[in-house]
């Protein structure tokens, strides 16, 4: 099955940005529901942003207001746009896509610096 496949992860100072991607090729975005999770060692993953075929966003109280995400169906892009980054905020992050079938990225790690 085709899976998402992120990038845009990398090492950042507190107060940073960076903006993730994930490549969704193969999916019919109008009816798959896209999320950004991230999971830091030891840890279960979380949500963090996602938006539905449609177009609802839901974002996680912990990054309201500083992270963005958005979507390009036509590219079958998503992206995860964070300014304003913390150390709390180091993780992994995955792109998800639910509709149909449920499938996972390889993740891509941010790392943020204080």
């Known amino acids: 099955q085709v899976q998402p496949v992120e990038s845009g992860g990398g090492f950042v100072q507190s107060g940073g940005s960076l903006r993730l991607s994930c490549v969704v090729s193969?999916?019919?975005?109008?009816?798959?529901?896209m999320g950004w999770y991230r999971r830091v060692p030891g840890q279960e993953r979380e949500l963090v942003a996602r938006?539905?075929?449609?177009?609802?966003?839901n974002y996680d109280d912990s990054v309201k207001g500083r992270f963005t995400i958005s979507k390009d169906n036509a590219k079958k892009l998503v992206y995860l746009q964070m300014n304003n980054l913390k150390r709390e905020d180091t993780a992994v992050y995955y792109c998800?896509?639910?509709?149909?079938?449920?499938?996972w990225g390889q993740g891509t790690q941010v790392i943020v610096s204080s």
């Open positions: 193969g999916f019919n975005m109008n009816i798959y529901t």
């Open positions: 938006i539905s075929g449609p177009g609802i966003i």
């Open positions: 998800n896509a639910v509709g149909p079938s449920r499938v």
